[in-house]
């Protein structure tokens, strides 16, 4: 088993369950292709898709955040 930093992770995403979350579509997504194009990938994937997390490879975007922001642009455009 690979260690995973943790404050690595909690870097990129602050919430350590949705950094799973993340981590585990990203799997999903690299499996996905990886057997689409027929390509043996190196290693674990979820130990890859947990790299690219801590890479800054992944996007990720927080609902929350996301909300946030955008009600603070329709403030901004009705002024």
Known sequence: MTYIPRQKVIARIP??????????LEARRLNERARMFGVSLPGKITTLAVDRLM??????????ERA???RLEKEQEGE
């Open 55 to 64: 890479d800054g490879k992944v996007e990720y975007y927080d609902k929350k």
């Open 68 to 70: 946030r922001l955008a």
């Open 15 to 24: 919430n350590k369950f949705e950094a799973i979350t993340v981590a585990a």
